[in-house]
C-alpha cells in the first residue's frame, strides 16, 4: 500500500462547477500538506500550503485537513477552464524527513 | 521569486548514449532533487542532494548518477541511455529538506 492515494482521474466537470480532489494517507506523522497543480508539459507549482488540521482559502480554492480521518481535500469554486490540469498533494512530517507526493488526479473543466 | 531552470526542454537520444541533464537555482537552496514522472506513476525520486557535493539515492537511482559540484547547479547523468529511460525528468529545490520544493519546467527526454 502507498503512503499516499490519490485518485488518478481522470475527473471532468463543466465549468462553474464544485470540484473536489482528495488524498488519503497512512502516516499520522504527516503535519504539512500542500496541493501543487502541473499544467501539461510544465513542471508542478504550489498552489496551496497547509500545517496541521483545518481549512485555509485562497481564493476560489480552500485546502482541508482532516487528520483523525488521515484525508486532505482541494476545492475549487467557480471552476474554470484554465484550472485544467493535474493536481498533486504532497506531505510531511516536517521533522527533516522529504515530501511524499501522492501520483496525481487529472481534473478537465468543459466550457 | 524562485526560479529553477532545466537546461533543455526536450531531448532525442540513442540507447547507449550518454546523456546529461542540468539543473540550475538561484534561491541559494541547500537542497536539490531529480525526479522522473511518467503516467500512472506519479512523481519517482532519483536523486537528491542536501550540500555541494553530497548526494543520496532516492527511490530509483538504478541507471543514473548525479553530480553537485556548486550549490546552484545539480545534474542529472544517464551513463548509457535506455529506451526505458524515455520519461518526464523534473528537477526541484527546498531550503529545508522537508520544505515546499520548486519545480524546473521538466525536460522530455526520449530514448530510441
Known amino acids: 500500500q502507498k503512503e499516499v492515494e490519490q485518485d488518478p482521474g481522470p475527473l471532468s466537470v463543466p465549468e462553474g462547477a464544485i470540484v473536489s480532489l482528495n488524498c488519503t494517507y497512512s502516516?499520522?506523522?504527516?503535519?504539512?500538506f500542500m496541493w501543487y497543480r502541473q499544467y501539461s508539459r510544465k513542471g508542478p507549482e504550489l498552489l496551496m500550503y497547509?500545517?496541521?488540521?483545518g481549512n485555509k482559502e485562497d481564493g476560489r480554492f480552500t485546502a482541508q485537513v482532516d487528520k483523525s480521518s488521515k484525508y486532505i481535500s482541494l476545492f475549487i469554486r467557480d471552476s474554470q477552464p484554465s484550472d485544467s490540469a493535474t493536481y498533486l498533494c504532497?506531505?510531511?512530517?516536517?521533522?527533516?524527513?522529504?515530501?511524499?507526493f501522492g501520483t496525481g488526479t487529472r481534473l478537465a473543466v468543459r466550457p | 521569486d524562485v526560479k529553477v531552470t532545466q537546461s533543455s526542454r526536450y531531448l532525442v537520444k540513442r540507447t547507449g548514449e550518454k546523456v546529461f541533464l542540468e539543473c540550475v537555482q538561484d534561491?541559494?537552496?541547500?537542497?536539490m532533487f531529480w525526479y522522473r514522472q511518467d503516467p500512472g506513476l506519479g512523481l519517482r525520486l532519483i536523486y537528491f542532494?542536501?550540500?555541494?557535493?553530497?548526494?543520496e539515492k532516492g527511490d530509483i537511482p538504478e541507471g543514473y548518477s548525479v553530480s553537485r559540484e556548486k550549490k546552484e547547479r545539480f545534474s542529472l547523468i544517464l551513463e548509457s541511455a535506455s529506451t526505458n529511460q524515455t520519461s518526464m525528468y523534473l528537477c526541484?529545490?527546498?531550503?529545508?529538506?522537508?520544505?515546499?520544493?520548486?519545480f524546473g519546467p521538466g525536460t522530455r527526454l526520449l530514448v530510441l
Open positions: 534561491m541559494d537552496h541547500e537542497n
Open positions: 504532497a506531505m510531511t512530517t516536517g521533522s527533516g524527513d522529504k515530501l511524499t
Open positions: 497547509t500545517y496541521s488540521s
Open positions: 526541484a529545490s527546498s531550503l529545508g529538506l522537508q520544505e515546499t520544493q520548486y
Open positions: 502516516n499520522s506523522a504527516f503535519q504539512y
Open positions: 542532494s542536501y550540500d555541494v557535493k553530497m548526494k
